[in-house]
């Protein structure tokens, strides 16, 4: 287990701990430990429980534990906790915006023990005796609660791909000539997943084995299927909560019934000029090819990430299909976090691993002072020795650079988080969002705006601020914003973390259409995270990005004249 789940696991003690009443000098060295393992630079997994004990605030007892999730995944004291806590309650720690001591509150004096439960109390205004559950903080709890009902089942697309990896790696083990492939939202890259789709073809004299499947080891769970012929034949199950489907056809209609199953609905069922649909050319035939369909249509082939109902079909008649971006195009990595703030890297360590994966340059951009008391955030004097460390390990570097960033709170309203001289001291700055987010259209657009509207302003970080299946972010005017970045030069990142990936894809081809460049940052906070730009790559596809517009897609070179060219008209307009 990485550093990240460790802590994760540590932290989801101290709640059970405060649920159970456990000994509040207790919780308390938990609480240290952790405050000095987030800033730990290595490995967890790599130090012997003598190493551990050494670390600032852990102790023995913290340290075994540690030990033990190390060799098994968990700790015995830990697992006592868990399974003498009911287990709805273990559903309720983690909801947004309740934390442990109030879900004991509602155990203790409501007899709550199950998210369903404290959805029904608070409709019924149950609540309302109860000490600091006031109408606002039952607001909160009750939107976190539909939220987590509306979104159960549903998946990442960075969870769901391996899952679906997975299981096909399964199926194949176990039944020879086996033809498979995932197919639906996931297939056209979706960032949220709410149906694994596959599609299945044996040879007919066999029948397909599917007690693979049905192992407790499965990475969803357990799994039973009912068959349905009825029509298509279909082979539906429920992986936890998560539906899975199974398309069985004969090898030759695999690719037919894959085009069908890959959809969207709006892009299979597009009218063609004699008044055809994509659907109708191939249902009674079948095909070698996806190209083909297409042809058939006299079209182009129409990459699966972009068949969605927002294609601009006239475009593609008048001007084909662009050279999507690649993972090759990507030359460096903006937007990183080291341990200067809270990355659990050193620069060095980032730099290596950047040089190691191929990359020609890395963004060093760690939290700005605003952030310090969350994220560790950089005061002007710590400013002064990142840069100072930047440019000692540049000077060893011949064919590779890393540039001086930050990541710079946008202040409520609107102004950056440091003075023009420090601003002018980096290369770059890529301008966020992370504190008083509960913003009404009108406020963060007019905040996103004026950030916008600073000269020093080279890329604006994660939109919306979204966290996938968890918040919404707050409500935006994506076209009052993109024209904004447009009159004012400014890049738009589309943030690689596959639990954010704003900006959002389907607003990506208007930017484009104003002229405006995007960047695939990582938001990395250690050398693990450099592996997300693979998720803002298909992102970026899907909104029809293209080499020629991504920023990081120049080289060393190219890049280096861009920020001082930018620098340079900054310093000239402050």
Request: hydrophobic share 40%; with cysteine.
């Amino acid at each position: 287990m990485n550093n990240k789940k460790i802590v994760k696991l540590l932290k989801n003690t101290i709640a059970l701990m405060e649920l159970h009443d456990e000994n509040e000098f207790k919780i308390k060295s938990y609480n240290n430990a952790i405050f000095n393992l987030e800033r730990f630079q290595s490995a967890l997994e790599e130090q012997s429980k003598e190493e551990l004990e050494k670390i600032n605030g852990v102790g023995k007892s913290i340290a075994t534990a540690i030990d033990q999730i190390n060799a098994t995944g968990t700790f015995d004291y830990y697992e006592q906790l868990y399974l003498k806590t009911p287990e709805g309650l273990h559903e309720l720690l983690g909801l947004k915006g309740i934390g442990a001591k109030k879900i004991k509150q509602l155990w203790q004096e409501l007899d709550i023990t199950s998210s369903k439960a404290l959805l029904e109390a608070i409709e019924k205004g149950e609540l309302k005796a109860l000490k600091g559950f006031g109408g606002k903080t039952q607001e909160n709890i009750k939107a976190a609660l539909i939220r987590k009902r509306e979104n159960e089942g549903k998946l990442l697309f960075s969870e769901a791909e391996p899952i679906a990896m997975a299981l096909i790696d399964r199926l194949k083990k176990a039944n020879e000539n086996l033809q498979i492939e995932v197919s639906g939202a996931l297939r056209r890259k979706l960032e949220v997943i709410e149906e694994l789709i596959f599609v299945v073809a044996s040879d007919p004299d066999k029948a397909i084995d599917w007690q693979s499947l049905e192992s407790p080891s499965n990475p969803l769970g357990p799994v039973e299927f009912d068959m349905k012929i009825s029509g298509p034949r279909l082979k539906r199950g429920l992986m936890n909560k998560t539906p899975v489907a199974f398309h069985l056809c004969s090898k030759v209609d695999f690719v037919k019934t894959l085009f069908l199953t890959t959809g969207s609905e709006e892009h299979i069922n597009y009218e063609t000029e004699d008044g055809s649909t994509l659907k109708s050319l191939i249902y009674n035939e079948p095909v070698n090819d996806e190209k083909e369909i297409y042809s058939k249509a006299n079209l182009p082939f129409i990459p699966v990430e972009l068949r969605e109902e927002h294609l601009n079909w006239s475009a593609i008649k008048e001007n084909g299909i662009p050279d999507l971006i690649q993972m090759n195009d990507l030359k460096g990595i903006l937007h990183n976090h080291s341990t200067y703030s809270d990355g659990l890297h050193s620069l060095e360590e980032m730099a290596l691993e950047c040089q190691r994966l191929g990359y020609e340059y890395l963004g060093i951009t760690d939290h700005s002072k605003s952030s310090f008391f969350y994220a560790n955030g950089l005061y002007e004097n710590r400013v002064k020795d990142q840069q100072a460390e930047i440019d000692a390990l540049n000077a060893r570097y011949s064919d590779f650079k890393i540039f001086k960033g930050i990541e710079c709170d946008i202040l409520p309203d609107g102004s950056l988080d440091y003075d023009n001289n420090t601003l002018a001291s980096f290369d770059f700055i890529v301008c966020s969002i992370h504190s008083a987010m509960s913003m009404d259209k009108e406020k963060a657009t007019a905040r996103l705006v004026k950030a916008i509207e600073n000269p020093f302003t080279t890329i604006l970080g994660h939109m919306t601020g979204r966290i996938l299946l968890r918040r919404d972010g707050y409500p935006v005017d994506h076209k009052v914003i993109i024209e904004a970045c447009a009159q004012h030069n400014v890049v738009i990142e589309i943030n690689a973390n596959p639990h954010r990936l704003d900006i959002d894809w389907r607003w990506i081809n208007y930017a484009l259409d104003r002229g405006v460049m995007l960047s695939i940052n990582p938001d990395a906070h250690s050398i693990d995270g450099f592996a997300d730009m693979y998720y803002g790559l298909q992102v970026g596809r899907k909104g029809g990005l293209t080499k020629s517009n991504n920023l990081n897609s120049m080289t060393l070179k190219e890049i280096d004249d861009y920020f001082a060219t930018r620098k340079a008209k900054a310093l000239s307009l402050a």
